[in-house]
């Protein structure tokens, strides 16, 4: 086989690029190793910022994203038994919409095949070569046969765990930064009408929890929990217990219950290699970097990307020219650092470390205080989660 552009990875990334790609009459190959059933089923985050819902409407997959997503002009902030709006809208012109990231799937997948784009799901054994020509391939399983595709250029949009990254050739001097948070969220999914009309993120001394929302009758509640923990040590009653000790109020203010159907555990990183970039390899979205989820900046940022991908490729089928695509690691990661830097802040800000002094709790309620008590600090951290600049 043959195409223009071959990409790993049915994942938002993967999937808008080939989109956008399409768009501009570049073809591509789309490789995904788990099935169209799995990678539709996937329970993710589900924070738009402006911008993603903006590429998304101009790329014409956003049409279901506007009709079911909610769009939510502000967020707060609890601590100290008192709820504190931050008005995202006021502040910054902008908003934000709550719409899962498997739907986001969804209307990419349909969007993909109705134009006959080229998808193959279940792939295996998925291998690089020839990077550093100009005709570098993929080859791969796929059923019983062993196949291969010759591109122009490879795109590494295969997430965290993907083979794109470690084949970055050698020369690239691939430098790798991480850290590792000793906590994990605990999430479940509910069967109730929303408690609150905005996402409430919470500060407790007996750890982090966060009200968020998929649906009129469906609620995503997380917790701070031990990334060790297993689902099997929390009863409902458990659960329930925790999230009201950590939401307690003054206001009267009270989280509905509902039947909880799916918990799970995820653990919390911050990790971004560079280069983005080696010859013809190009890594976009979790691939190349990950942020904690408190920012709310996972999905957004693997947006950006391909967005500048899809670019910098369109320049070069479309006017001959390299110059976007040479840029496109050191563009990107302007946004992935101001991004890692807002998610690590907003962590540190609503955590409970276990080793954290009296003087360091004391600290952490200080710059809470002092966020929502000053306008130009409100604005700061509304800019950065709407994804303002
Ligand atoms: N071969 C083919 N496909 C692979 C391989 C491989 N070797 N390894 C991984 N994949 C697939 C995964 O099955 C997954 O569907 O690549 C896809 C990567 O998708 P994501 O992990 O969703 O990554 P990305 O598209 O960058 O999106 C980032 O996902 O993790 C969330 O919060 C994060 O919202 C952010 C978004
Ligand atoms: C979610 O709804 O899954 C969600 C919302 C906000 C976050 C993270 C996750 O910061």
């Known amino acids: 086989m043959r195409t223009q552009v071959a ?10 690029l080939s989109h956008l790609l399409h768009l501009q009459g570049i073809e591509s190959i789309v490789l995904e190793s788990r099935s169209r059933a799995e990678i539709e089923a996937t329970i993710r985050a589900g924070v ?22 909610a769009l939510h002009r502000g967020i707060e902030l609890a601590f100290g038994g008192g ?39 279940e792939v295996g054994a998925v291998t690089l070569h020839g990077l550093d020509s100009e005709r570098p391939s993929l080859s791969f399983t796929h059923g019983d046969e062993i196949r291969r595709i010759e591109a ?30 000793p906590f994990g969220w605990f999430g479940i999914l509910v069967e109730s009408a929303p408690s609150s ?46 999230l009201h000790a950590r939401l307690e109020n003054h206001d009267g203010w009270r989280l509905k219950e509902g039947r909880i159907f799916q918990k799970n555990i995820i653990s919390m990183r911050s990790f971004v290699s560079t280069p983005m970039q080696a010859g013809r390899l190009f890594l ?14 996972g999905l957004n940022l693997a947006v950006s990307d391909v967005q500048l991908l899809a670019r910098g490729l369109e320049q070069f089928y479309h006017q001959g020219s390299e110059q976007r695509l040479q840029s496109y690691g050191a563009d990107a990661l302007k946004r992935v650092w101001r991004a890692e830097y807002f998610s690590w802040m907003m962590t540190r800000l609503l955590h409970t470390s276990a080793d954290a002094t009296a003087f360091e709790c004391e600290m952490q309620r200080a710059e809470l205080d002092n966020i929502v008590n000053s306008r130009a600090l409100a604005t700061a951290l509304a800019e950065n989660y709407v994804g303002a600049f």
């Open 83 to 121: 709820r504190h709006r931050i008005d995202l809208n006021e502040l910054t012109g902008k908003a934000i919409t709550v719409y899962p990231q498997h739907e986001v799937i969804k209307d990419l997948v349909a969007a993909r095949l109705a134009a006959q784009g080229q998808l193959l799901f």
């Open 48 to 69: 738009l910022e402006q911008g993603t819902m903006d590429i998304l409407t101009e790329a014409g997959v956003g049409e279901r994203m506007r009709r079911e997503g």
């Open 284 to 297: 976009a979205g979790d691939a190349a970097h990950i942020v904690p989820p408190t920012g709310a900046k």
């Open 197 to 242: 009309e905005e996402l409430i993120y919470a500060q407790h001394e007996r750890g982090f929890a966060l009200v968020s929302t998929r649906s009129p009758i469906v609620q995503r509640l997380y917790f701070q929990c031990d990334p060790s923990d297993h689902v099997s040590n929390w009863s409902d009653d458990r659960i329930w217990s925790e």
């Open 7 to 16: 990409i790993i990875g049915a994942g938002p990334a993967g999937l808008l």
């Open 152 to 181: 122009d250029f490879v795109m590494g949009c295969d997430g965290f765990h993907g083979v794109a990254r470690p084949a970055m050739p050698e020369q690239a001097r691939r430098q790798d930064y991480q850290r590792n948070y």
